[in-house]
């Protein structure tokens, strides 16, 4: 997973999980470094991730089932040396664009449906032909995106889930094409939009072109 997309820039209601770093002119996140520089903590954040990817990547294995609480953890794992509010759900309300992810208060509810009705039944992701695994990473991916449940680092955490299904699948990382291909991040967010709304179909798609983009650069 090295391609990376930067933090969305959300719209957040009044609370401590809306502070921003005095002295950073509301860019950077109250955290607890005393960072105030965008490219810094931008820096820092990436370098958190790639040591939560690897150090996931040793502990997630074939029979592993996602859980709610396991997606806890690894959201602290990943923030919480940057964050306080790293592992937990947010506190806060989120839009973007005029997109207002679910509130706050269904969070708990909405990730135990979220466990119950689309981990349980789709991790640990099973072997299989890549159409097949690239649903199941499709509507996890969408469902989990759409419940949006932490203060940032959603969709950082959602594409390394979906890569660690990739991996227990058998298949390599997924390769989204982010720096390479123009118009790869613009068809990623219109794909996970329509997820939203339980249209899978493109999202499978581009997943699936990612799980074979893998393929195609491990045999070069």
Same mark, same amino acid.
């Given at each position: ?14 609370? !401590?999980?809306?502070? +921003?770093? %005095? ?5 950077? /996140?109250?955290?607890?470094?005393? !960072? ?15 040591? &939560? $990817? ?11 089932? +996602? ?11 990943? /923030?919480?040396?940057?964050?306080? #509010? ?14 207002? #992810? ?6 708990? $509810?909405?990730?135990? *449906?979220?466990?119950?009705? !689309? /981990?349980? %039944? ?6 299989? %032909?890549?159409?097949? !695994? ?9 469902? +989990? /995106?759409?419940?949006? %449940? ?11 889930? &979906? ?20 118009? &790869? ?8 939009? &329509? ?12 997943? $699936? ?7 195609? *650069?491990?045999?070069?």
């Amino acid at each position: 997973m090295t391609d990376e997309i930067r933090p969305s820039r959300y719209t957040v209601s009044m609370g !401590v999980e809306g502070e +921003f770093e %005095p002295g950073s002119n509301g860019t950077v /996140l109250r955290n607890k470094l005393g !960072v105030t520089s965008r490219d810094e903590i931008d820096r820092i954040e990436y370098e958190a991730l790639m040591k &939560a $990817q690897k150090e996931y990547y040793r502990i997630i294995t074939p029979k592993t089932r +996602f859980s709610a609480a396991l997606l806890r953890r690894m959201h602290k794992d990943f /923030l919480g040396h940057i964050y306080d #509010w790293a592992g937990r759900y947010r506190s806060v309300e989120l839009e973007k664009e005029g997109f207002h #992810w679910p509130p706050a208060h269904l969070i708990a $509810q909405n990730m135990r *449906s979220f466990e119950s009705g !689309v /981990l349980t %039944p789709r991790t640990p992701c099973v072997p299989g %032909p890549t159409d097949q !695994v690239a649903e199941d990473i499709a509507v996890v991916h969408a469902e +989990f /995106l759409l419940i949006h %449940p932490f203060r940032d680092g959603n969709g950082r955490l959602a594409r390394l889930i &979906a890569d660690l299904m990739s991996l227990q699948a058998g298949y390599p990382p997924l390769d989204f094409g982010f720096e390479r291909i123009s118009s &790869a991040r613009g068809d990623y967010v219109k794909a996970v939009q &329509a997820g939203y709304a339980k249209d899978y179909s493109e999202l499978k798609r581009l997943i $699936q072109e990612a799980i074979n983009r893998s393929l195609d *650069s491990a045999e070069s």
